[in-house]
């Protein structure tokens, strides 16, 4: 198991944790060097904030418990790819990576809309581009995303 894998799959077992908790299932695990620094999960329905991403729930509290506002020498891993406003904000703190499990592609298939490709669009167009590996363990997050949205509609 790569180290990638190793911390996708805790991304993916906090998504499944978030659906279990009433939200929908995203994750994500925040890494610098080989240590995971914080960890988050969807909270839009507990929290009632239409804005508490498992990324942009990670920043917030990431930051505001250590004061580092610079991402660069860390990783990111999500679950599914970050949408365009957790795109933008990872944009803003200069994440040094982004890796990914299941594509916004995969949860249009899934969700049958068209789907994007949300953080290439925004890294593309913007002054600072995270380095991204897509699609580790991907049938894994498709599997989690599958099994919530069969019998829950997105947002």
């Not at 799959?9 to 914080?38: M, T, W, Y």
């Not at 960890?39 to 239409?50: K, V």
């Not at 970050?82 to 982004?98: D, E, N, Q, T, Y």
Request: charge should be negative; hydrophobic fraction near 35%.
């Amino acid at each position: 198991m790569t180290a990638d894998e190793k911390y996708m799959q805790e991304a993916i077992r906090l998504a499944s944790l978030a659906a279990e908790h009433g939200n929908e299932p995203f994750g994500a695990v925040l890494v610098k060097g080989d240590e995971i620094v914080c960890t988050n999960e969807n909270q839009i329905y507990t929290s009632s904030d239409p804005t508490a991403h498992a990324e942009l729930g990670l920043i917030r509290k990431f930051c505001a418990g250590t004061g580092i506002t610079d991402l660069r020498e860390y990783t990111l891993y999500s679950s599914c790819e970050p949408c365009f406003m957790c795109s933008g904000a990872l944009v803003w703190m200069k994440l040094g990576r982004l890796v990914y499990g299941a594509s916004d592609l995969d949860l249009g298939k899934i969700l049958n809309t068209q789907g994007s490709e949300c953080s290439r669009t925004v890294f593309e167009q913007s002054f600072w581009k995270p380095e991204v590996t897509e699609g580790v363990l991907r049938q894994e997050s498709i599997a989690v995303l599958e099994s919530y949205f069969e019998n829950h509609e997105k947002g």
